[in-house]
């Protein structure tokens, strides 16, 4: 099993800065995989940020040059720093973890963190 805790969400203006964090603890060793989603109401849960088994990030086209997703092995934590921040950018931010195999994927998440983005 493995357990991720996120941190770090709340309210920010338009074009302000917020940093995520997510903690990782269990069993470590099976992940291969782990990055950021989030979920709007009404809209279908989409990929932030992730690392790929080798190390290289993929982020969703809208917050590509604004997000910028970390990790830090030694303390079992993925960091998502977001800035120049827009209101749709408002959801519940989840932090997923995977063992990815060739025909199958166990996921685990976080309980979520909301981010809000108002004036």
């Known amino acids: 099993q493995v357990q991720l805790v996120e941190s770090g969400g709340g309210l920010v203006q338009p074009g302000g800065s917020l940093g995520l964090s997510c903690a990782a603890s269990?069993?470590?060793?099976?992940?291969?995989?782990m990055g950021w989603y989030r979920q709007a109401p009404g809209k279908q849960r989409e990929l932030v940020a992730g690392?790929?088994?080798?190390?290289?990030?993929n982020y969703n086209d809208s917050v590509k040059g604004r997000f910028t997703i970390s990790r830090d092995n030694a303390k079992n934590t993925v960091y998502l720093q977001m800035n120049s921040l827009k209101p749709e950018d408002t959801a519940v931010y989840y932090c997923?973890?995977?063992?990815?195999?060739?025909?199958?994927?166990?996921?685990?998440w976080g309980q979520g963190t909301q981010v809000t983005v108002s004036s």
């Open positions: 269990g069993s470590i060793s099976s992940i291969n995989v």
């Open positions: 690392f790929t088994r080798s190390g290289s990030t």
């Open positions: 997923n973890a995977a063992r990815a195999l060739p025909g199958i994927r166990t996921d685990y």
